[in-house]
């Protein structure tokens, strides 16, 4: 088992940043563990979710940083409706993944690559195009042919125009100011 | 007391994929005297990629849709989609709470938002707005055949702080207009668990896994279909049923509806007018039968009616079909 040294300098930063970043005091988590027992993704995660909220406590923020959890993470909530602390757990796992997105740390490669092909089609038109979205993400993730068992079927679903709104150049600039960031 | 009128916010999804949804929602609302109005020029909210990439950028999204309601004067924002209902509640409350993050997406807007729309989902507004009391008085007819998984997903209502809508844990409000329509509502347990969400692109191996959990216990609850109220949901349940078959050696064949399109089938409406023909697995056999209420006394008892119309249903369908059929009349006896 790894050991840490736990030290007054490591112990309070990154809790410190975490609650700056989200408003959250990850002091009050006991370690239940009801966030975990109700997270749908703890299967498929490195570390569960009640671990990334001791790494907090214990400012072990490169391995919080750095695990696929933070990505995996659907936002749904389970854990921040079922926390007995009130901790917002959700938003915090979101606040890592906005520090991680700030330092480049994508450990889900394909998960960013997703959500910079949706983000640039909103960028692009105002509104997302779905068709748009899928060919974007199958062209830079190389996974060429993700869906394309769907396709007869999607068809039907399917619009093959995009929707331009006017204030396009608007939405625009907001997205750029983030996107361009990196 | 009905509220007349609406800002109506369809979202992106209702535009393309989901485009049966936002129909059936209009229908539905009209037959129930409810007027919506469209916002003009909205834009996407950002949903989910925007707040994972930096919470000022999701903010200044949704915000910007918050601001041209605000200057429609009309009371309330609804919109069928939790994802863009949970962007713009969340937007709205750390506005309203932190004035340095307010300054901050206002500075990325044309137009300031001031903190004044109140956001609710469209299934809240005919719950709690219409209920269902009216929804029941405008049914025409009775669906016998639908045995309904009420589908809530993940964010309808939670967190409860921010959503302020049904329980948390085991919504009901879909389950009770179900149930002013006449139709039979199982017993389901996994009201709110996640289908995957976003995730069915980039993450496929992961929302089959979970798509099969939820699709596995709509059928164990004796249900014939599931009733959703997101897109999304929709989408990973009707849209991957064969992915989820072929990935887990299943044999779903299991029709994901709108509650929208339950509602709309009950006052009266084609399934073509409410666009179930864009669905992937067909909800021909379950609809077929559609009895006008007022009627049923003098037709023959309905669970033989179910038995023989069902039986008709399979009759045209794929061997697939009709294993899943006897299985689940075999759970149901069991």
């Known amino acids: ?182 | 007391m009905i509220e007349k009128e609406y800002a109506y916010y369809a979202g992106c999804s209702l535009e393309g994929t989901a485009s049966s949804y936002d129909r059936s929602i209009r229908v539905v609302l009209k037959s129930l005297g409810v007027t919506l109005r469209e916002p003009e020029d909205w834009s996407c909210c950002g949903s989910t990629p925007a707040h994972a990439m930096n919470h000022v950028l999701a903010g200044a999204l949704a915000a910007r849709n918050l601001a041209i309601v605000e200057r429609m004067e009309t009371a309330t924002l609804t919109t069928p989609c939790p994802s863009c209902l949970s962007a713009f509640k969340k937007a709205h409350d750390k506005a309203s709470k932190d004035t340095a993050f307010r300054d901050e997406v206002n500075q990325l807007l044309d137009v300031p938002y001031e903190g004044g729309v109140k956001a609710k989902s469209t299934l809240q507004v005919i719950y709690e707005d219409v209920g269902p009391d009216t929804v029941a008085s405008r049914v025409t007819t009775l669906l016998p055949d639908l045995k309904a998984a009420c589908y809530y997903g993940c964010i309808l209502s939670r967190p409860p702080r921010l959503a302020a809508f049904d329980d948390p844990e085991n919504p009901v409000s879909m389950d009770r207009l179900l149930a002013a329509c006449g139709v039979e509502v199982c017993d389901f347990a996994f009201k709110t668990e996640c289908c995957g969400a976003a995730f069915g692109v980039p993450k496929k191996d992961m929302v089959l896994r979970l798509t099969h959990k939820v699709l596995t216990m709509a059928q164990d609850c004796g249900a014939n279909c599931v009733v959703v109220a997101c897109p999304l949901c929709q989408q990973n349940l009707d849209l991957r049923q064969g992915q989820v078959n072929r990935a887990m050696g299943s044999s779903f064949s299991i029709p994901i509806l709108y509650f929208s399109q339950v509602l709309g089938l009950a006052f009266g409406y084609s399934p073509g007018e409410l666009g179930l023909d864009k669905h992937i697995v067909s909800a021909d056999a379950l609809i077929r039968s559609r009895i006008p209420k007022g009627t049923e006394e003098t037709v023959p008892p309905a669970k033989e009616k179910v038995g023989k119309s069902a039986a008709q249903g399979t009759a045209r369908r794929s061997g697939e079909r009709t294993e899943t059929e006897s299985t689940a009349s075999a759970a149901k006896e069991a």
């Open chain 1, 1 to 182: 088992m790894e050991t840490i040294r736990l030290t007054s300098d490591t112990l309070h930063d990154f809790a410190e940043e975490v609650y700056q970043a989200t408003g959250q005091n990850l002091v009050r988590c006991y370690q239940c563990g009801n966030c975990m027992a109700g997270c749908p993704y703890t299967e498929f995660f490195d570390y569960p979710v009640s671990q990334i909220m001791r790494m907090i406590q214990t400012g072990q923020r490169e391995k919080a940083l750095s695990s696929k959890a933070i990505w995996l993470c659907a936002t749904c909530e389970t854990c921040t409706t079922r926390c007995p602390c009130e901790i917002d757990v959700a938003e915090v796992m979101d606040g890592l993944r906005n520090i991680a997105y700030r330092e480049k740390r994508f450990t889900e490669k394909d998960i960013r690559t997703f959500y910079e092909a949706f983000l640039t089609s909103l960028k692009n038109h105002g509104r997302i195009f779905e068709l748009e979205i899928i060919a974007r993400y199958n062209l830079r993730s190389g996974h060429l042919l993700t869906d394309a068992d769907l396709g007869p079927k999607v068809m039907k679903q399917l619009h093959f125009l995009p929707k331009r709104i006017k204030g396009r150049n608007d939405v625009a600039r907001i997205v750029k100011k983030f996107m361009e960031k990196k």
